[in-house]
């Protein structure tokens, strides 16, 4: 089964012979992860280098060791160098933004499609900082985190600079910029995009969907997730149903595009989640909607501030380091806090168990409008676990 690695290698099609897809979207997508202004300062220019220039350097280690899967990401690079369809791509105007006061973690790409005169714009997704993963976190109570707001102001900006129809995506939190900017852009901008493509990204909050900022056609959209997606399933969001990938390895580990099956041009698509997904996706989506703005706001706070006790400055570390004394400067953090604070943090982290394990705690519905969304999430959860039986059974027709 081919991944987006094989599927660059064994495409020979230029962007003349056959238009620019979805899959195309997630290869520029994931390259957009890549660290070009700090490496190749070139690629600032709004000439750019192209992905042959850049591919064939003898190191990429500076290139690709901050981000997810490094391997692969020069394995995805390097297949770019040579490949008919992505070798002649042009890497321009990149731009990376990082602040701790502002909570901001923000990278951009535009890519420059060769003999169609069409761009990629392409966002970064969270990187391996906890300074990244705090501003995804803020993603659930704000109405606008600032790399959302700079998001449309670079493809503002491209869009002003050039004079191309535009293509816009991102992985992860790639994704939730790229349709930030595509829903929030002014209406001259707007009408230069072809699409947005949203790869496993979260949604909005509630106070971001009320904002009003958001133009209320959602076509431009076009989500894609794996089959047992958790971030992309996070938050509220108005856009169209996704399209559904499947995958080589299961759980969490689906969230890398790597694992994605690519059969001929585009995804080997599926026509449901899993029951697993679903009801993983329902409990966690029922914890966060059972905080307020402020609550939510709170903890990823006190997490953020625990978390930053250990000296550590990546989850990764974070992570290694759980072992090596890093849990208990966690645990030393939080008893230091304010008792409300610690009260507060330890309950919530009680209920996320609870809920997890056993369902968010039942409600005895009283009005007609409650008794009709218990019967529409009774429907749900039947429909659900029919195409999950469906989707078992579909691997036995063959």
């Known amino acids: 089964m081919a991944n987006i690695i094989e599927y660059v290698r064994r495409t020979s099609d230029t962007f003349i012979a056959r238009p620019f897809t979805r899959v195309d979207g997630l290869v520029l997508s994931w390259l957009s992860y890549l660290r070009f202004p700090e490496e190749l300062p070139e690629t600032q220019t709004a000439l750019g280098l192209m992905l042959a220039q850049i591919g064939n350097c003898s190191s990429l280690l500076g290139l690709v060791a901050p981000a997810h899967n490094p391997d692969s990401c020069e394995e995805l690079l390097r297949a770019c160098a040579i490949s008919p369809r992505f070798s002649l791509v042009r890497v321009c105007r990149t731009v990376e933004e990082g602040s701790v006061e ?5 990278a951009a790409t535009t890519f420059i499609l060769p003999g169609i005169d069409e761009a990629f714009i392409g966002f970064r997704g969270t990187d391996d900082t906890l300074l990244g993963w705090k501003e995804s976190f803020n993603l659930g109570f704000s109405k606008a985190v600032p790399a959302q707001t700079a998001a449309r102001d670079y493809v503002e900006r491209v869009a002003r600079e050039t004079d191309c129809p535009l293509w816009i995506g991102g992985h992860s939190k790639g994704g939730n910029l790229a349709t930030f900017a595509t829903m929030t852009a002014n209406s001259a901008t707007r009408a230069r995009i072809k699409a947005c493509f949203a790869y496993d990204a979260p949604g909005f909050s509630k106070a971001a969907m009320q904002s009003g900022e958001f133009n209320s056609d959602w076509s431009l959209i076009k989500n894609t997730i794996p089959q047992e997606s958790l971030v992309g399933m996070l938050l509220n969001s108005e856009a169209p149903e996704p399209c559904i990938t499947r995958t080589t390895h299961p759980g969490i580990m689906q969230h890398s595009p790597f694992y994605w099956v690519i059969e001929g041009n585009d995804f080997a698509t599926v026509d449901s989640i899993t029951y697993d997904a679903y009801r993983r ?5 029922a914890w966060i909607n059972s905080m307020s703005a402020q609550q939510i706001e709170r903890f990823t706070g006190v997490l953020y501030r625990i978390t930053r006790a250990t000296g550590e400055v990546t989850l990764s570390g974070l992570i290694a380091g ?9 645990l030393r953090s939080l008893d230091g806090l304010p008792a409300q604070d ?6 919530q982290l009680e209920e996320l168990a609870a809920t997890m394990l056993l369902g968010p705690a039942p409600v005895e519905p009283k009005t007609t409008a409650e008794r009709a969304d218990h019967a529409s999430e009774r429907v749900a959860d039947a429909t659900a676990k ?3 039986t469906l989707s078992r059974l579909d691997k036995y027709r063959y």
């Open 102 to 106: 502002k909570q901001e973690q923000f």
């Open 281 to 285: 996706n329902k409990r966690l989506n």
């Open 322 to 330: 759980m072992g090596n004394g890093s849990l208990e400067f966690m």
């Open 342 to 347: 610690r009260q507060f943090f330890t309950n």
């Open 386 to 388: 029919f195409n999950d």
